[in-house]
């Protein structure tokens, strides 16, 4: 077959050449057709700039000029004025900043820029207070209006150069970019095709005619990848049977027996969409989203507890070894009058522990396992697995199934259960081929965590007073710490004078952004005469499990830790928890972490301790004080900081997207998502007319998504 021109190597293009061809190299552009979705970064709009003799009093403006003038004059208050005058054809206007001397450095004699904001008439000169500023190649300042677009570049490689490169690529080839979708369905959408979208973003006459490009762009980005999760679905749908799990009145009320309480409308509502899943014959593929302390290991419970007594195996799996223990230990509390046979399986057995429970595991013995990933490692055989129940902690990306081997055909039922919510963009991406149960109630009860900025100073000595007293009547404390240990050559979290102030002062160790630094401060420090513990995730298994059983006992009244304590541990008489250095986590984070206390019939109450008092810390951290439902913090975190770093991860990278951005696109993300949905669900996917785009999400999608056959 022969190649298609738009996997050419770019070194063969017009213009490009061997050397240019290694520059764009290094942003990842190789091919043609990497080059033609390679999407402008932003846009500079020239159609819109007003000449300097046009210019009105106080309407918003943009001008173009070059630099002619620098100065930074001192005020009389102390501060400085930066002024920068810009020429056009004999006209002159000025920008000028208040107290922002570095923005003197920023400019050079003959910049081209634009200005863009508001001008005022002074001294018979206009001047813009402050201005946007956007900086012109020289060629683009020659050019005479227009949209011209900005891409990223590399050192050696200039603005103009790349933009001339990707005009001619793109009148070149653009033409040939195939279009995966029929008109039949473009058409009533108004959607250009895919190779039109190519030039309009890459050579818009105006700035709409760009978004239309992008949108069309995006929109096949999102549909592609909604219906490579929607045929995930068909692919589970359609395999063998699955164990039919019954639901009797009898085993119903056998269940709930096991619990001091009653269910919450959210954990009975749950639980009837699961039992209508067990009972159909076909996998259960199901996401429990609720917020923390919700209940979910309740609802966990119920439905392993159904698999039991229909004779199947259920499995209970957690992220961590300090999870699967708890949630042994939860078991244990429930069923300690009953008969049924549970094993836990972790990656810290003793081999021969290890031999028993697969043992157990294999012939069947096991009804119930608890573990974490040790439980899908080649060496685990199940004898009759009906469910599994995942809890989650999410990394960003498309999750991968676990695979879990069976002796039997059928395919195993699967819960999973997010360790916080997430935002529903979110969800709709990770897990959007899973049916989602959501579960907004909390246990009756339950007050919310009052949460608190205490900066430095005496409103700290207040807090450490506060919580003195609250140990002294019983209660115990999270101390949470961004880190471990002070590594070296990193700057102290806050300067060197008010961690001079730390010692033996109820301001105590404020300098402490180091969980170890905090602990040893507080041990001979505030908390001298109380019992305290510090937990790492450094620190050996068995030691962080016996920290764990004192804490949960009361043998120790507060614990310092890192993020360790973040999902899902469960002590109810810890009501009270303390965050240095806040700023530096997530809001969902935070959130989680605050989710430990205010568990038990204690109020909750939450202390953040940031260690620089910004406006942006402040304003990301009120999020926190006005909101206490979950779903909302997260959808505040998105918007605040967008979908890598609410995961707690900085790397955008691992959604495999090439041009949407769930933040800017979230709409879209649910339009396509049922435009997905009904091509898989009519069928119409799989005729003839559709062939492009299936074959495209399969060569995208098939061995990420395990969807190789295509359903
Ligand atoms: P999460 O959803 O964060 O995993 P858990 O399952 O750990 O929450 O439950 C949090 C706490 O709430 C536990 O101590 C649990 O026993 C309690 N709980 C769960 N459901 C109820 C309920 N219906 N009524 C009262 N307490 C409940
Ligand atoms: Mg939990």
Same mark, same amino acid.
């Given at each position: 077959?022969?190649?298609?021109?738009?996997?050419?190597?770019?070194?063969?293009?017009?213009?490009?050449?061997?050397?240019?061809?290694?520059?764009?190299?290094?942003?990842?552009?190789?091919?043609?057709?990497?080059?033609?979705?390679?999407?402008?970064?932003?846009?500079?709009?020239?159609?819109?700039?007003?000449?300097?003799?046009?210019?009105?009093?106080?309407?918003?403006?943009?001008?173009?000029?070059?630099?002619?003038?620098?100065?930074?004059?001192?005020?009389?208050?102390?501060?400085?004025?930066?002024?920068?005058?810009?020429?056009?054809?004999?006209?002159?206007?000025?920008?000028?900043?208040?107290?922002?001397?570095?923005?003197?450095?920023?400019?050079?004699?003959?910049?081209?820029?634009?200005?863009?904001?508001?001008?005022?008439?002074?001294?018979?000169?206009?001047?813009?207070?402050?201005?946007?500023?956007?900086?012109?190649?020289?060629?683009?300042?020659?050019?005479?209006?227009?949209?011209?677009?900005?891409?990223?570049?590399?050192?050696?490689?200039?603005?103009?150069?790349?933009?001339?490169?990707?005009?001619?690529?793109?009148?070149?080839?653009?033409?040939?970019? $195939?279009?995966?979708?029929?008109?039949?369905?473009?058409?009533?959408?108004?959607?250009?095709?895919?190779?039109?979208?190519?030039?309009?973003?890459?050579?818009?006459?105006?700035?709409?005619?760009?978004?239309?490009?992008?949108?069309?762009?995006?929109?096949?980005?999102?549909?592609?990848?909604?219906?490579?999760?929607?045929?995930?679905?068909?692919?589970?749908?359609?395999?063998?049977?699955?164990?039919?799990?019954?639901?009797?009145?009898?085993?119903?009320?056998?269940?709930?027996?096991?619990?001091?309480?009653?269910?919450?409308?959210?954990?009975?509502?749950?639980?009837?969409?699961?039992?209508?899943?067990?009972?159909?014959?076909?996998?259960?593929?199901?996401?429990?989203?609720?917020?923390?302390?919700?209940?979910?290991?309740?609802?966990?419970?119920?439905?392993?507890?159904?698999?039991?007594?229909?004779?199947?195996?259920?499995?209970?799996?957690?992220?961590?070894?300090?999870?699967?223990?708890?949630?042994?230990?939860?078991?244990?509390?429930?069923?300690?009058?009953?008969?049924?046979?549970?094993?836990?399986?972790?990656?810290?057995?003793?081999?021969?522990?290890?031999?028993?429970?697969?043992?157990?595991?294999?012939?069947?013995?096991?009804?119930?396992?608890?573990?974490?990933?040790?439980?899908?490692?080649?060496?685990?055989?199940?004898?009759?697995?009906?469910?599994?129940?995942?809890?989650?902690?999410?990394?960003?990306?498309?999750?991968?199934?676990?695979?879990?081997?069976?002796?039997?055909?059928?395919?195993?039922?699967?819960?999973?259960?997010?360790?916080?919510?997430?935002?529903?963009?979110?969800?709709?991406?990770?897990?959007?081929?899973?049916?989602?149960? $959501?579960?907004?109630?909390?246990?009756?009860?339950?007050?919310?965590?009052?949460?608190?900025?205490?900066?430095?100073?005496?409103?700290?000595?207040?807090?450490?007073?506060?919580?003195?007293?609250?140990?002294?009547?019983?209660?115990?404390?999270?101390?949470?710490?961004?880190?471990?240990?002070?590594?070296?050559?990193?700057?102290?979290?806050?300067?060197?004078?008010?961690?001079?102030?730390?010692?033996?002062?109820?301001?105590?160790?404020?300098?402490?952004?180091?969980?170890?630094?905090?602990?040893?401060?507080?041990?001979?420090?505030?908390?001298?005469?109380?019992?305290?513990?510090?937990?790492?995730?450094?620190?050996?298994?068995?030691?962080?499990?016996?920290?764990?059983?004192?804490?949960?006992?009361?043998?120790?009244?507060?614990?310092?830790?890192?993020?360790?304590?973040?999902?899902?541990?469960?002590?109810?008489?810890?009501?009270?928890?303390?965050?240095?250095?806040?700023?530096?986590?997530?809001?969902?984070?935070?959130?989680?972490?605050?989710?430990?206390?205010?568990?038990?019939?204690?109020?909750?109450?939450?202390?953040?301790?940031?260690?620089?008092?910004?406006?942006?810390?402040?304003?990301?951290?009120?999020?926190?004080?006005?909101?206490?439902?979950?779903?909302?913090?997260?959808?505040?975190?998105?918007?605040?900081?967008?979908?890598?770093?609410?995961?707690?991860?900085?790397?955008?990278?691992?959604?495999?997207?090439?041009?949407?951005?769930?933040?800017?696109?979230?709409?879209?993300?649910?339009?396509?998502?049922?435009?997905?949905?009904?091509?898989?669900?009519?069928?119409?996917?799989?005729?003839?007319?559709?062939?492009?785009?299936?074959?495209?999400?399969?060569?995208?999608?098939?061995?990420?998504?395990?969807?190789?056959?295509?359903?």
């Amino acid at each position: 077959m022969e190649e298609s021109p738009l996997d050419r190597n770019i070194q063969y293009i017009k213009g490009v050449g061997p050397q240019r061809a290694a520059l764009l190299g290094r942003l990842g552009l190789n091919t043609v057709s990497d080059l033609l979705f390679n999407l402008p970064r932003d846009l500079l709009d020239l159609t819109r700039v007003t000449p300097m003799a046009a210019i009105a009093e106080g309407e918003t403006c943009q001008v173009r000029g070059r630099v002619v003038d620098l100065d930074a004059r001192p005020t009389r208050k102390g501060g400085t004025i930066t002024g920068v005058a810009i020429e056009d054809q004999g006209q002159y206007v000025r920008g000028i900043w208040f107290n922002q001397p570095w923005m003197l450095s920023r400019f050079k004699f003959n910049d081209c820029v634009l200005f863009s904001g508001k001008p005022k008439r002074r001294a018979g000169r206009w001047e813009f207070g402050s201005p946007h500023v956007q900086w012109l190649d020289p060629d683009d300042g020659g050019s005479q209006g227009g949209v011209l677009t900005r891409y990223h570049l590399t050192e050696g490689l200039k603005m103009h150069e790349l933009r001339r490169i990707m005009r001619s690529v793109v009148e070149e080839y653009g033409h040939l970019v $195939p279009d995966p979708l029929p008109e039949s369905f473009r058409f009533p959408l108004g959607l250009p095709t895919l190779a039109e979208a190519v030039r309009l973003v890459h050579l818009p006459a105006t700035v709409e005619q760009f978004h239309q490009g992008l949108n069309r762009i995006v929109h096949e980005d999102l549909l592609e990848f909604q219906v490579g999760l929607s045929l995930r679905r068909r692919v589970w749908q359609r395999t063998a049977s699955a164990p039919v799990i019954p639901l009797t009145g009898k085993v119903d009320a056998r269940i709930r027996r096991l619990f001091p309480f009653g269910f919450t409308t959210g954990q009975d509502r749950a639980i009837a969409e699961i039992c209508h899943d067990l009972a159909a014959g076909r996998a259960m593929h199901r996401l429990l989203q609720a917020d923390v302390g919700a209940g979910k290991t309740v609802v966990a419970i119920y439905a392993l507890l159904l698999a039991v007594a229909a004779g199947y195996q259920g499995v209970l799996m957690a992220p961590t070894e300090v999870l699967a223990r708890q949630h042994w230990q939860t078991f244990e509390q429930c069923l300690q009058h009953s008969r049924v046979e549970r094993v836990l399986l972790t990656g810290t057995l003793t081999t021969v522990e290890r031999r028993a429970a697969h043992e157990k595991i294999r012939s069947g013995q096991a009804q119930l396992i608890v573990g974490t990933q040790a439980l899908i490692q080649k060496d685990v055989g199940f004898a009759r697995l009906g469910l599994v129940v995942i809890d989650e902690q999410h990394r960003f990306g498309v999750r991968q199934r676990s695979h879990f081997a069976t002796d039997t055909s059928a395919t195993p039922h699967t819960l999973v259960m997010t360790a916080t919510p997430i935002p529903r963009s979110l969800a709709l991406t990770q897990f959007g081929d899973l049916d989602i149960s $959501p579960m907004r109630e909390l246990p009756p009860g339950r007050q919310p965590v009052s949460t608190h900025i205490v900066p430095a100073g005496p409103q700290r000595t207040k807090a450490w007073e506060f919580l003195l007293r609250k140990l002294a009547s019983g209660r115990q404390a999270y101390l949470v710490c961004p880190r471990i240990d002070a590594r070296e050559g990193e700057p102290p979290a806050i300067p060197q004078d008010a961690a001079a102030q730390s010692g033996n002062s109820p301001d105590g160790p404020l300098n402490g952004s180091s969980a170890e630094q905090v602990f040893h401060e507080l041990r001979v420090g505030i908390l001298k005469n109380h019992r305290i513990g510090l937990l790492h995730g450094q620190l050996g298994v068995e030691h962080k499990q016996d920290i764990m059983r004192m804490f949960r006992a009361g043998e120790l009244q507060a614990l310092v830790s890192t993020t360790v304590i973040e999902v899902g541990v469960d002590v109810p008489n810890a009501s009270l928890l303390v965050v240095f250095d806040a700023e530096r986590f997530g809001l969902a984070q935070l959130h989680q972490l605050r989710g430990r206390v205010g568990r038990g019939a204690h109020q909750g109450y939450c202390f953040l301790f940031p260690s620089v008092d910004t406006p942006e810390a402040r304003t990301r951290l009120e999020v926190l004080v006005r909101h206490t439902d979950g779903f909302e913090v997260a959808e505040a975190d998105f918007r605040l900081r967008g979908p890598g770093d609410v995961l707690g991860t900085r790397q955008h990278g691992d959604l495999p997207l090439q041009s949407a951005d769930l933040l800017r696109d979230a709409p879209l993300l649910e339009t396509t998502r049922e435009q997905a949905q009904e091509l898989v669900r009519s069928g119409r996917l799989d005729t003839p007319e559709y062939a492009p785009l299936k074959q495209r999400v399969l060569a995208r999608f098939g061995e990420l998504m395990e969807i190789s056959g295509g359903g």
